[in-house]
Protein backbone atom coordinates (compact mmCIF):
# COMPACT_ATOMS: atom_id res chain seq x y z
CA UNK A 1 0.00 0.00 0.00
CA UNK A 2 2.97 2.35 0.65
CA UNK A 3 4.45 1.48 -2.40
CA UNK A 4 1.46 3.12 -4.31
CA UNK A 5 0.93 5.68 -1.78
CA UNK A 6 4.45 6.65 -2.62
CA UNK A 7 3.95 6.28 -6.28
CA UNK A 8 0.93 9.59 -6.14
CA UNK A 9 2.92 11.76 -4.39
CA UNK A 10 5.39 11.54 -6.81
CA UNK A 11 3.39 11.57 -10.13
CA UNK A 12 0.79 13.67 -9.33
CA UNK A 13 1.67 16.70 -7.80
CA UNK A 14 4.05 19.34 -9.62
CA UNK A 15 7.87 18.41 -9.12
CA UNK A 16 8.81 21.46 -6.47
CA UNK A 17 11.98 23.30 -6.74
CA UNK A 18 15.92 22.96 -7.05
CA UNK A 19 19.00 23.07 -4.91
CA UNK A 20 20.66 21.15 -1.85
CA UNK A 21 19.80 21.78 1.54
CA UNK A 22 22.95 22.37 1.38
CA UNK A 23 22.79 24.44 -1.43
CA UNK A 24 24.38 24.87 -4.35
CA UNK A 25 24.26 28.02 -6.26
CA UNK A 26 23.00 27.06 -9.80
CA UNK A 27 23.27 29.64 -12.55
CA UNK A 28 20.72 29.76 -15.09
CA UNK A 29 22.59 30.04 -18.08
CA UNK A 30 20.17 29.58 -20.69
CA UNK A 31 22.43 26.73 -22.10
CA UNK A 32 20.39 24.08 -23.86
CA UNK A 33 19.88 21.00 -22.28
CA UNK A 34 22.11 18.74 -23.94
CA UNK A 35 21.86 14.76 -23.41
CA UNK A 36 24.50 14.35 -21.40
CA UNK A 37 24.28 12.04 -19.01
CA UNK A 38 23.93 12.65 -15.24
CA UNK A 39 27.51 10.89 -14.18
CA UNK A 40 30.55 11.92 -15.80
CA UNK A 41 31.75 8.07 -15.49
CA UNK A 42 29.67 5.57 -16.23
CA UNK A 43 28.84 3.81 -12.55
CA UNK A 44 31.47 1.90 -10.79
CA UNK A 45 34.05 3.72 -12.86
CA UNK A 46 35.92 6.17 -10.11
CA UNK A 47 36.03 9.85 -10.61
CA UNK A 48 38.29 12.51 -8.52
CA UNK A 49 37.99 11.90 -4.68
CA UNK A 50 37.84 15.18 -2.86
CA UNK A 51 36.13 18.33 -6.03
CA UNK A 52 37.60 21.02 -6.01
CA UNK A 53 35.32 23.29 -4.92
CA UNK A 54 35.79 21.17 -1.41
CA UNK A 55 38.62 23.11 -1.21
CA UNK A 56 40.28 22.16 2.16
CA UNK A 57 37.57 20.60 3.64
CA UNK A 58 37.92 16.98 2.50
CA UNK A 59 39.05 14.25 5.01
CA UNK A 60 41.68 12.50 4.63
CA UNK A 61 39.47 9.31 4.11
CA UNK A 62 38.21 11.31 1.00
CA UNK A 63 37.34 8.64 -1.86
CA UNK A 64 35.71 8.24 -5.41
CA UNK A 65 33.28 5.26 -5.05
CA UNK A 66 31.63 3.09 -7.18
CA UNK A 67 29.65 -0.50 -7.61
CA UNK A 68 31.44 -2.23 -4.35
CA UNK A 69 30.48 0.90 -2.24
CA UNK A 70 27.13 -0.51 -3.16
CA UNK A 71 24.25 2.30 -1.36
CA UNK A 72 27.01 4.06 0.13
CA UNK A 73 27.98 5.51 -3.11
CA UNK A 74 25.19 7.88 -3.38
CA UNK A 75 24.10 10.01 -5.08
CA UNK A 76 27.33 10.86 -6.63
CA UNK A 77 30.46 8.33 -7.14
CA UNK A 78 33.17 10.61 -4.42
CA UNK A 79 32.69 10.14 -0.48
CA UNK A 80 34.93 13.56 0.14
CA UNK A 81 34.37 13.20 3.67
CA UNK A 82 33.41 16.73 4.52
CA UNK A 83 30.42 17.02 7.04
CA UNK A 84 30.59 13.41 7.99
CA UNK A 85 33.81 13.81 10.05
CA UNK A 86 33.76 14.16 13.89
CA UNK A 87 29.99 12.34 13.16
CA UNK A 88 31.07 10.25 16.47
CA UNK A 89 31.46 13.26 19.12
CA UNK A 90 27.66 14.41 18.39
CA UNK A 91 25.80 11.26 16.78
CA UNK A 92 24.42 9.97 20.30
CA UNK A 93 25.20 13.06 22.90
CA UNK A 94 22.98 15.66 23.91
CA UNK A 95 19.40 15.19 22.18
CA UNK A 96 21.07 13.42 19.85
CA UNK A 97 20.22 9.22 19.23
CA UNK A 98 21.62 7.83 15.98
CA UNK A 99 22.45 4.04 16.90
CA UNK A 100 19.59 3.09 17.52
CA UNK A 101 18.27 3.19 14.02
CA UNK A 102 21.63 1.29 12.97
CA UNK A 103 21.14 -1.99 15.08
CA UNK A 104 21.43 -3.81 12.16
CA UNK A 105 24.74 -2.09 10.87
CA UNK A 106 25.99 1.03 12.14
CA UNK A 107 25.76 4.48 12.35
CA UNK A 108 29.31 4.23 9.87
CA UNK A 109 27.10 2.73 7.48
CA UNK A 110 23.73 3.09 6.11
CA UNK A 111 20.55 1.14 7.56
CA UNK A 112 17.28 0.43 4.82
CA UNK A 113 14.07 -0.10 5.84
CA UNK A 114 11.22 -1.40 4.36
CA UNK A 115 7.08 -1.96 4.84
CA UNK A 116 6.08 -5.54 4.37
CA UNK A 117 4.70 -6.02 0.75
CA UNK A 118 6.12 -2.66 -0.60
CA UNK A 119 9.12 -2.65 -3.54
CA UNK A 120 10.17 0.87 -2.61
CA UNK A 121 13.14 0.98 -0.07
CA UNK A 122 13.92 3.94 2.53
CA UNK A 123 17.82 4.64 3.54
CA UNK A 124 19.09 6.55 6.59
CA UNK A 125 22.54 6.86 6.38
CA UNK A 126 24.69 7.66 9.28
CA UNK A 127 28.29 9.27 9.64
CA UNK A 128 29.36 6.39 6.23
CA UNK A 129 29.76 9.77 3.49
CA UNK A 130 26.44 9.48 1.69
CA UNK A 131 24.67 12.52 0.61
CA UNK A 132 27.32 14.85 -1.08
CA UNK A 133 25.50 17.43 -2.71
CA UNK A 134 27.37 20.09 -5.81
CA UNK A 135 28.17 22.50 -3.29
CA UNK A 136 30.20 19.79 -1.68
CA UNK A 137 28.17 19.68 1.58
CA UNK A 138 25.31 17.08 3.04
CA UNK A 139 27.38 14.06 3.71
CA UNK A 140 26.08 13.30 6.76
CA UNK A 141 22.81 11.26 8.33
CA UNK A 142 21.33 11.37 4.40
CA UNK A 143 18.47 9.78 3.81
CA UNK A 144 16.37 8.39 0.56
CA UNK A 145 13.55 6.84 -0.58
CA UNK A 146 13.92 4.65 -3.69
CA UNK A 147 11.09 2.97 -6.17
CA UNK A 148 10.49 1.50 -9.10
CA UNK A 149 13.71 -0.55 -9.66
CA UNK A 150 15.51 -1.41 -12.73
CA UNK A 151 18.74 -3.77 -13.81
CA UNK A 152 19.18 -0.74 -16.41
CA UNK A 153 20.91 2.80 -16.02
CA UNK A 154 18.31 5.69 -16.67
CA UNK A 155 18.07 7.48 -19.39
CA UNK A 156 19.63 10.89 -19.34
CA UNK A 157 17.74 13.39 -17.18
CA UNK A 158 16.51 16.68 -19.42
CA UNK A 159 17.90 19.33 -17.61
CA UNK A 160 15.63 22.90 -17.53
CA UNK A 161 16.46 26.13 -16.46
CA UNK A 162 16.99 26.94 -13.11
CA UNK A 163 14.98 26.31 -10.87
CA UNK A 164 13.62 23.20 -12.26
CA UNK A 165 11.49 21.50 -10.13
CA UNK A 166 11.17 18.44 -12.61
CA UNK A 167 11.98 15.11 -10.85
CA UNK A 168 14.35 12.76 -12.73
CA UNK A 169 14.83 9.32 -12.38
CA UNK A 170 18.03 8.45 -10.47
CA UNK A 171 21.01 6.31 -12.03
CA UNK A 172 22.59 4.72 -8.81
CA UNK A 173 26.59 5.13 -9.16
CA UNK A 174 27.02 2.15 -6.26
CA UNK A 175 23.94 -0.10 -7.90
CA UNK A 176 22.96 -1.33 -4.55
CA UNK A 177 21.03 -4.93 -4.68
CA UNK A 178 22.01 -5.32 -8.10
CA UNK A 179 19.60 -2.52 -9.06
CA UNK A 180 21.12 0.22 -11.74
CA UNK A 181 18.77 2.88 -11.81
CA UNK A 182 15.30 3.98 -9.65
CA UNK A 183 12.26 5.64 -11.40
CA UNK A 184 11.64 7.25 -8.20
CA UNK A 185 14.26 9.05 -5.65
CA UNK A 186 13.82 11.43 -3.26
CA UNK A 187 16.48 12.27 -1.11
CA UNK A 188 17.19 14.52 2.34
CA UNK A 189 18.41 14.31 5.51
CA UNK A 190 17.20 12.95 8.82
CA UNK A 191 18.14 13.11 13.00
CA UNK A 192 17.98 10.70 15.44
CA UNK A 193 16.65 11.72 18.95
CA UNK A 194 16.43 10.97 22.60
CA UNK A 195 13.28 12.87 22.88
CA UNK A 196 10.00 13.16 21.11
CA UNK A 197 10.40 17.30 21.95
CA UNK A 198 14.12 17.23 20.43
CA UNK A 199 12.17 15.44 17.67
CA UNK A 200 9.90 18.29 16.87
CA UNK A 201 11.19 20.06 13.27
CA UNK A 202 10.41 23.41 15.11
CA UNK A 203 10.36 24.18 18.61
CA UNK A 204 10.59 27.74 18.32
CA UNK A 205 11.83 29.43 15.42
CA UNK A 206 15.62 28.77 15.19
CA UNK A 207 14.68 25.25 17.31
CA UNK A 208 14.01 22.12 16.39
CA UNK A 209 15.10 18.73 14.27
CA UNK A 210 14.65 21.24 10.87
CA UNK A 211 17.76 23.52 12.42
CA UNK A 212 19.40 20.21 13.14
CA UNK A 213 19.36 18.72 10.00
CA UNK A 214 18.82 21.85 7.29
CA UNK A 215 15.33 21.00 6.24
CA UNK A 216 14.03 24.21 6.01
CA UNK A 217 15.53 25.48 3.53
CA UNK A 218 18.00 25.77 0.86
CA UNK A 219 21.93 26.98 2.06
CA UNK A 220 22.99 30.02 0.64
CA UNK A 221 21.54 33.66 0.64
CA UNK A 222 18.41 34.48 -1.20
CA UNK A 223 16.88 30.62 -0.16
CA UNK A 224 15.45 30.99 3.43
CA UNK A 225 11.79 30.22 3.50
CA UNK A 226 11.79 29.04 6.49
CA UNK A 227 9.36 30.64 8.49
CA UNK A 228 6.53 30.51 5.40
CA UNK A 229 7.22 26.91 5.46
CA UNK A 230 6.57 26.53 9.27
CA UNK A 231 3.39 28.58 8.76
CA UNK A 232 1.95 25.83 6.42
CA UNK A 233 2.68 22.90 8.70
CA UNK A 234 1.82 24.72 11.46
CA UNK A 235 -1.68 24.11 10.44
CA UNK A 236 -1.97 20.86 9.49
CA UNK A 237 -5.97 19.57 9.96
CA UNK A 238 -5.26 15.69 9.58
CA UNK A 239 -1.91 15.69 11.94
CA UNK A 240 -2.53 13.34 15.16
CA UNK A 241 -1.02 16.38 17.48
CA UNK A 242 -3.14 17.52 19.80
CA UNK A 243 -2.21 21.09 17.97
CA UNK A 244 -3.27 19.54 14.50
CA UNK A 245 0.52 20.92 13.76
CA UNK A 246 2.89 18.88 11.75
CA UNK A 247 6.08 20.63 13.54
CA UNK A 248 5.31 18.08 16.30
CA UNK A 249 6.34 14.51 16.30
CA UNK A 250 3.19 12.27 16.80
CA UNK A 251 4.91 9.81 18.37
CA UNK A 252 5.52 10.25 21.86
CA UNK A 253 6.91 6.62 23.28
CA UNK A 254 9.07 5.43 21.10
CA UNK A 255 12.53 4.35 22.23
CA UNK A 256 14.41 6.87 19.73
CA UNK A 257 12.51 9.23 17.77
CA UNK A 258 13.56 9.85 13.44
CA UNK A 259 12.79 13.05 11.67
CA UNK A 260 13.72 13.67 8.35
CA UNK A 261 12.62 15.52 4.94
CA UNK A 262 12.80 14.54 1.22
CA UNK A 263 12.89 15.96 -2.05
CA UNK A 264 12.61 14.63 -5.78
CA UNK A 265 15.94 14.55 -7.60
CA UNK A 266 15.86 17.18 -10.26
CA UNK A 267 18.26 18.52 -12.64
CA UNK A 268 18.86 21.81 -13.64
CA UNK A 269 20.66 23.49 -16.17
CA UNK A 270 23.79 25.43 -14.97
CA UNK A 271 27.41 26.39 -16.59
CA UNK A 272 30.11 25.84 -13.72
CA UNK A 273 33.32 23.03 -13.77
CA UNK A 274 32.20 22.84 -10.61
CA UNK A 275 29.54 20.80 -11.25
CA UNK A 276 31.85 18.22 -13.59
CA UNK A 277 33.12 15.95 -10.58
CA UNK A 278 29.78 15.15 -9.93
CA UNK A 279 27.41 15.07 -12.45
CA UNK A 280 29.81 14.80 -14.89
CA UNK A 281 28.65 18.34 -16.80
CA UNK A 282 29.60 21.70 -16.09
CA UNK A 283 26.34 22.40 -17.98
CA UNK A 284 24.32 20.10 -15.33
CA UNK A 285 23.43 20.87 -12.00
CA UNK A 286 21.55 17.54 -10.33
CA UNK A 287 20.47 17.59 -6.46
CA UNK A 288 17.97 16.80 -3.27
CA UNK A 289 15.65 19.54 -4.56
CA UNK A 290 15.03 21.69 -1.73
CA UNK A 291 15.67 25.09 -3.66
CA UNK A 292 13.16 27.79 -3.55
CA UNK A 293 9.61 27.35 -5.50
CA UNK A 294 10.27 30.25 -7.20
CA UNK A 295 13.77 29.95 -7.37
CA UNK A 296 16.67 31.81 -5.29
CA UNK A 297 15.65 35.82 -4.35
CA UNK A 298 19.27 37.66 -3.94
CA UNK A 299 18.12 41.23 -4.55
CA UNK A 300 15.23 40.60 -1.81
CA UNK A 301 12.44 39.13 -3.01
CA UNK A 302 10.76 36.43 -1.04
CA UNK A 303 11.84 33.01 -1.77
CA UNK A 304 8.66 30.58 -1.29
CA UNK A 305 9.62 26.82 0.06
CA UNK A 306 9.45 23.87 -2.65
CA UNK A 307 5.89 22.93 -3.17
CA UNK A 308 7.03 19.09 -2.97
CA UNK A 309 8.66 19.09 0.52
CA UNK A 310 7.74 15.67 2.17
CA UNK A 311 9.10 15.55 6.03
CA UNK A 312 9.17 12.11 7.47
CA UNK A 313 8.55 11.48 11.65
CA UNK A 314 9.17 7.93 13.10
CA UNK A 315 9.36 6.41 16.25
CA UNK A 316 11.31 3.36 16.94
CA UNK A 317 10.05 0.22 18.45
CA UNK A 318 11.06 -3.16 19.62
CA UNK A 319 9.27 -6.07 19.29
CA UNK A 320 9.01 -9.95 19.25
CA UNK A 321 10.18 -9.50 15.51
CA UNK A 322 13.01 -6.96 16.84
CA UNK A 323 13.35 -3.59 15.75
CA UNK A 324 10.67 -1.41 13.49
CA UNK A 325 9.86 2.21 12.66
CA UNK A 326 6.50 3.38 12.53
CA UNK A 327 6.02 6.35 10.57
CA UNK A 328 4.02 9.26 9.29
CA UNK A 329 4.71 10.79 5.96
CA UNK A 330 3.88 14.51 5.87
CA UNK A 331 3.27 16.65 2.60
CA UNK A 332 2.17 19.95 1.79
CA UNK A 333 -1.68 20.00 0.58
CA UNK A 334 -1.84 20.81 -3.44
CA UNK A 335 -3.22 23.83 -3.68
CA UNK A 336 -4.29 24.13 -7.56
CA UNK A 337 -0.50 24.92 -8.59
CA UNK A 338 -0.50 27.39 -5.72
CA UNK A 339 1.16 28.18 -3.33
CA UNK A 340 0.58 25.32 -0.60
CA UNK A 341 -1.45 26.90 2.09
CA UNK A 342 -1.51 23.65 4.80
CA UNK A 343 0.34 20.32 5.58
CA UNK A 344 -1.27 17.05 5.29
CA UNK A 345 -0.39 13.50 6.99
CA UNK A 346 -0.21 11.67 3.21
CA UNK A 347 0.41 8.33 4.98
CA UNK A 348 -0.10 7.24 8.14
CA UNK A 349 1.27 5.14 10.81
CA UNK A 350 3.16 2.90 8.39
CA UNK A 351 5.32 0.09 10.12
CA UNK A 352 8.96 -0.49 8.42
CA UNK A 353 11.29 -3.18 9.13
CA UNK A 354 15.36 -3.39 8.34
CA UNK A 355 15.67 -4.67 4.92
CA UNK A 356 18.41 -5.39 2.59
CA UNK A 357 19.85 -3.17 0.14
C1 LIG B 1 42.19 13.03 -0.02
O1 LIG B 1 42.69 11.75 0.38
C2 LIG B 1 44.01 11.52 0.02
C3 LIG B 1 44.37 10.12 0.47
O2 LIG B 1 43.53 9.23 -0.16
C4 LIG B 1 44.92 12.52 0.69
O3 LIG B 1 46.24 12.36 0.25
C5 LIG B 1 44.46 13.94 0.34
O4 LIG B 1 45.20 14.87 1.08
C6 LIG B 1 42.99 14.09 0.67
N1 LIG B 1 42.55 15.43 0.23
C7 LIG B 1 42.27 16.39 1.10
C8 LIG B 1 41.86 17.69 0.51
O5 LIG B 1 42.31 16.24 2.29
C1 LIG C 1 -5.85 23.41 2.88
O1 LIG C 1 -5.51 23.60 1.53
C2 LIG C 1 -6.57 23.32 0.62
C3 LIG C 1 -6.00 23.48 -0.76
O2 LIG C 1 -5.45 24.76 -0.92
C4 LIG C 1 -7.69 24.27 0.88
O3 LIG C 1 -8.78 23.97 0.02
C5 LIG C 1 -8.16 24.13 2.33
O4 LIG C 1 -9.13 25.09 2.61
C6 LIG C 1 -6.97 24.34 3.26
N1 LIG C 1 -7.38 24.05 4.62
C7 LIG C 1 -7.00 24.80 5.65
C8 LIG C 1 -7.49 24.38 6.99
O5 LIG C 1 -6.24 25.76 5.54
Given at each position: ?114 SAGSSD ?40 PYPSHR ?25 GYKSAN ?160
Open positions: MLQAVIAIVTSTIPVPVSAAVHGPTPSSSGRPAAAVSPFAAPPGIATAGCPSNCGTRCGSHNASCGWAQGGRCSPFSVLPNVQDQGCRAWEDRGRFSTSPFFRESSPRSYQAWQTWVAHGCDGAGIQTDCFGDVMYFEHFDQPSPAPAPPCSSEACSFTHPGKPSGAASFGQYQCGWWRAANLQNSPGRGAAYDAGLFGAAGAGADYSKLLADVLDNCPSCRTSTKSALQTPFTDAKAFFTGALWPWVCSEADDAAYEPYTGSKYMNCYCDNEPHNGRQPSGGKPVFPYESMFVYCGLYEDGSGNSLTCDLITLEPNGGEQPTNATVYASSFVLRPAAF
